[in-house]
């Protein structure tokens, strides 16, 4: 059904339908995708939000359950002192998780923006519950290493959930208004329902805004030459400080993912920023992390909202051309395009091109130093709630279908009537308005829905890490004890064992291809060239170990060839910090 075309009646009947499909999700325990017939081995729900405690007790209670596979570690603490928790998903018996490609998965570095933690629980108890019923995740599993992080900003979460602040920023004391005071005007929540709303003031005929005549519970601005009723004094609080404005240095008032090296620039130019990268402990745990890592080849980031599927650059002046090289690009495409036939109302973009300026972005970082591909999940669209047209011939304001959703999806659960305060410096004002639920946060029931797709989108995303296999390999004899020995690798998926970024800019180890025996001498070796493939461009250096720079091309291969002399057992290794070691015997004989 065309949305544009929908009429009035039929899209209510169509929002009554949902509400009463709705009125299932709540029940005591999520479905299992494989087998929706049976209850999980962990009971956890998706139509709901975990605050630190609850998210903590789920992430044991997976590890309890399934300890073979999963391992529970603190990388570092909050500001608050909170431990920034990373749940590592391995099968030990087909290695150890340091000699696979590995997918790394964080979420919640802005406080506000909460849904990646739910998405990331999602993730990690998906690939368990379905591990013996589906192939394709035992397959994951078995194949690749994944390192989970639910909330890098765990302190910035609680205030959100707790508080109502609207903080996208951590919990650091801060400096806000520059009075050489940290902190000293934060939100209140003066009328105690759990969150920071909207205060407005009566005053009859002397005001900036009215009544909307449509629905008396929105604020318009007063019509040409006429004065208002009403006038906002935004969100609740009180003038702490002195400095005769309400909430002008509250907790916080930085910015996480402006604090990576990729690109930094101090906060004169990029707003958010600190004194240097790494500034503060949470970025620096988890950059330490990604560092000592170096097999981690793909990386995926939750954020909040606006349904995108963000890749880099984050600026026009990226190494003065603003894009990625065409190899990589062509990688970030494949996976940003098919990403979107996933996840309806998300589109794939690039930062700078199509959202706004990010200077030491965490995209960048990824990409440049770690030569991983990454992407950055802006999660819930609000299109996905309510249709932008009712009529054939009308537009509803956005407001008026947000009042509408509200009334008759939720029942009333998203806004506040505005209701009398006396408030100890404006005396009479209202308190009201929308909720924190409201707006950038999934409603519940379609919480477990928006996990999901996101979470296949990250298993697409690991699935095409690379994956090698050995292709031809061919032992010659040239005459006496004297061999030529062909190998070829072969990378079974879509990403590269070495990205370009990575051998322009020297990221990380180049792959490499060598043979050793006890009694084998290497005479010469190269590249296998030529149109029969049956010549060598061959490398100065010592032959016995080729170096790739540019690793194994996404479904592609690269083939080696030695001329060497000796007799016995010789084995070939290919090593890649990305596509991990991969060892064949041959005899020379």
């Known amino acids: 059904m065309n949305p544009m075309k929908m009429t009035l009646r039929a899209f209510t009947g169509f929002a009554i339908a949902i509400l009463l499909l709705s009125s299932t999700a709540g029940e005591a325990h999520a479905q299992i995708f494989a087998q929706p017939d049976r209850d999980p081995r962990v009971n956890l729900r998706f139509d709901r939000y975990y605050d630190y405690e609850a998210m ?74 379905n591990y013996d019923a589906l192939p394709k995740v035992r397959e994951l599993v078995d194949a690749r290493a994944f390192y989970i992080v639910p909330s890098m900003n765990p302190d910035g979460r609680d205030n959100f959930l707790k508080t109502g602040g609207p903080s996208r920023s951590g919990m650091m004391d801060w400096d806000s208004n520059l009075d050489g005071r940290a902190s000293t005007d934060n939100p209140d929540d003066l009328d105690g329902d759990g969150e920071i ?7 009859p005929g002397q005001g900036t805004h009215v009544k909307s005549p449509v629905d008396p519970r929105l604020m318009v601005i007063a019509p040409s030459g006429t004065k208002g009723d009403y006038i906002l004094l935004g969100s609740e609080g009180l003038d702490t400080d002195g ?57 995926q980031s939750w954020h909040n909202s ?66 991983a591909v990454a992407f950055t999940n802006e999660l819930w669209s609000s299109n996905q709630f309510y249709s932008e047209a009712w009529t054939d011939s009308a537009v509803v304001p956005r407001e008026m279908q947000q009042l509408f959703f509200n009334d008759r999806l939720g029942m009333g659960a998203w806004y506040k009537e505005w209701t009398p305060f006396d408030h100890p410096e404006l005396g009479e004002i209202e308190i009201g308005g929308w909720s924190k639920w409201y707006g950038r946060t999934t409603p519940p029931f379609m919480l477990q829905e928006l996990a999901h797709r996101n ?27 004297t061999f030529r020995v062909k190998a070829e690798i072969r990378n079974t998926r879509a990403i590269p064992t070495r990205i370009e970024a990575a051998e322009l800019y020297s990221s990380g180890m180049p792959d490499r291809f ?18 029969l493939s049956n010549e060598i461009r061959l490398q100065d250096s010592e032959p016995s170990v080729i170096q790739v720079s540019s690793g194994v091309p996404g479904r592609s291969g690269l083939s080696v060839t030695w001329i060497v002399t000796g007799s016995g057992s010789a084995t070939i290794e290919y090593r890649s910090q990305k596509g991990g070691t991969h060892t064949r015997q041959v005899q020379l004989r």
Do not use: C
């Open 243 to 299: 400095d005769g404005r309400r909430n002008s240095d509250p907790r916080g008032g930085y910015d996480m993912n402006r604090d990576f090296p990729s690109d930094w620039q101090p906060p004169h130019i990029q707003g958010g920023s600190n004194r240097y990268p790494f500034s503060w402990p949470e970025t620096r745990a988890v950059g330490q992390w990604l560092k000592d890592h170096p097999n981690i080849a793909a990386v």
């Open 455 to 481: 979470a296949m989108f990250a298993l697409f995303h690991a699935d095409e890490m690379p994956l090698l296999e050995w292709g031809d390999i061919a032992v010659e004899r040239i005459a006496g004890s």
């Open 56 to 129: 903590t007790d789920a992430l044991r209670q997976l590890q309890r359950t399934w300890p073979k596979f999963l391992t529970l570690q603190s990388i570092g603490k909050s500001v608050e002192g909170r431990d920034i928790w990373l749940m590592t998903v391995n099968n030990p018996d087909t290695g150890p998780h340091t000699a696979k490609a590995a997918f790394w998965a964080d979420a919640n570095i802005h406080g506000n923006e909460i849904q990646g933690t739910e998405v990331n629980l999602y993730l990690v108890w998906f690939l368990m519950e």
């Open 514 to 531: 060598s043979i050793r025996g006890g009694s084998v001498r290497v005479q010469a070796g190269g590249f296998t060239t030529g149109e």
């Open 197 to 203: 709303r909207q205060m407005r003031k009566h005053v």
């Open 306 to 371: 606006g349904g995108m599927i963000l890749r880099g650059p984050g600026s026009r002046f990226y190494k003065g051309s603003g894009e990625y090289t065409r190899r990589d690009d062509a990688v970030y495409d494949y996976l940003g395009e098919r990403g979107a036939l996933m996840l309806p109302y998300y589109r794939h973009m690039t930062v700078w091109a199509d959202l706004y300026t990010v200077y030491g972005g965490t995209l960048d970082w990824a990409h440049d130093a770690l030569g």
